[in-house]
């Protein structure tokens, strides 16, 4: 059962606090993607192969989807403040153990804990929600949501620069020192907020399988989500290894600098997000998954071209994170007191997702290269894209 605190103590969101939120938002998910543009690096210093070291992002994928499932419902049900701090310290930790890892096993142990640690945003997320005046809740949502666009494309740019001047460790440190600073911003400025749940935890995961059960438009954002992530992961985990081949011989900072690149993508995701209030959800996400194909068949004709590459990546982000917006457009309006457990199952759809793309595209890179990436990106792309057709008409029959 659910129940819902009187608002006598409701905190105002100032713009102060909003920014906090925006900027922990940022940097926290960005220490899930700094080891993509490392991973050639990471492999050099452990003496070991590109697909070993691939799965450190594997497994802090893997971590991000566990922490998504078990960790974010609780914030139905203890206080949210206490809960990102705690879990702010967990990142520190993990942080460190990653710099001053002594072999690819530590590496891959400290990813996974980092991962499981990084689910922050997705706290703050609904936390500016419930902070925000309803009239204007969706531009708060907005703002923060900005925050984790930025932070996903800029820290491979980050990561990239600071692994090809100072080394990958470098990268590591230097978060831990962004980390704790943000932990202590949030510890002297972030507002509680008391939970609503009133029932207990096994109860509440047990609410996740019902929602499952009874939404069909979440099981099909979840679907579209996880095939569209699972794209994106495929491309940014080799593009490092593709543009260390002779025909670019370029490093970590080139791989990097393909996040600003994306960036353009996000700012077109985002005015194409506006569309989801003035046409149907459906048809948009429709257009949006057909943006994630054309862009593997961009990628496939540019595996000895840099501006195709930069097209195709441009196609690509915009595809992804339009889909994304669509998609979380849908899911909300579904049943407003359950958004955080809805967004906990559409979330770890999405990663899981990315933990798929991720493996799947190591494994054909050592045996096909690029070409088995351009494949099985655009396989993805392409089921999507045929089952939300085939939903798509049903839906309108019915």
């Known amino acids: 059962m659910t129940a819902t605190q009187p608002s006598k103590d ?8 909003l920014w906090i939120m925006t900027i922990a938002t940022s940097l926290v998910v960005a220490n899930i993607y700094y080891n993509q543009p490392l991973l050639a690096d990471i492999a050099h210093t452990f003496n070991i192969t590109d697909k070993k070291a691939q799965q450190v992002s594997l497994f802090t994928q893997i971590g ?35 710099a001053m890892a002594t072999s690819i096993l530590v590496m891959t142990v400290a990813g996974f804990l980092l991962g499981l640690s990084s689910v922050i945003p997705q706290l703050l997320i609904p936390m500016a929600a419930h902070l925000a005046k309803p009239h204007e809740r969706g531009k708060k949502i907005g703002f923060v949501m ?17 692994g090809e001047h100072w080394g990958w460790r470098a990268m590591y440190y230097i978060a831990t020192g962004l980390m704790l600073a943000m932990w202590l911003m949030i510890f002297l400025f972030l507002p509680e907020v008391e939970p609503d749940y009133k029932g207990n935890y096994k109860n509440l995961m047990k609410s996740l399988v019902h929602l499952i059960k009874t939404q069909p438009k979440l099981r099909m954002a979840a679907f579209r989500g996880a095939l569209c992530f699972a ?20 490093g970590s900072a080139a791989a990097g600098a393909f996040g600003l690149v994306g960036a353009f993508g996000a700012l077109a995701a985002g005015m194409m997000g506006r569309l989801s209030d003035k046409m149907d959800s459906y048809k948009l996400s429709g257009y949006t998954l057909l ?14 071209s840099i ?16 889909t994304h917006i669509s998609n979380q457009s849908i899911i909300f309006s579904l049943i407003p007191e359950a958004r955080n457990r809805l967004n906990t199952v559409y979330m770890v759809s999405y990663f899981v997702g990315g933990a798929s793309g ?32 085939i939903n798509y008409k049903k839906n309108v029959r019915i």
Request: net charge positive; aromatic share 14%.
């Open 358 to 389: 991720t493996f799947l595209a190591s494994q054909l890179w050592k045996n096909y290269q690029w070409n088995g990436v351009c494949a099985i990106g655009a396989a993805f792309a392409g089921i999507a894209l045929i089952v939300h057709f």
């Open 146 to 162: 900005s925050g984790l666009l930025i932070g996903i494309l800029l820290s491979r740019t980050l990561s990239g620069f600071v």
């Open 307 to 322: 501006a195709g590459l930069i097209i195709g990546v441009i196609i690509l982000d915009m595809g992804v994170q339009a």
């Open 10 to 17: 409701h905190p105002h969101l100032t713009m102060f606090t």
């Open 64 to 98: 991000y989807a566990t922490g998504l499932l078990f960790i974010i419902p609780l914030a139905d049900m203890v206080k949210r403040k206490r809960l990102i701090v705690i879990d702010f310290a967990v990142v520190i930790i993990a942080l460190l153990a990653s």
């Open 231 to 250: 794209g994106f992961s495929a491309f940014w985990t080799t593009l490092v290894f593709l543009l260390k081949q002779p025909q670019f011989n370029e």
């Open 291 to 304: 943006l994630v194909l054309i862009s593997y068949i961009v990628f496939y004709f540019s595996s000895h």
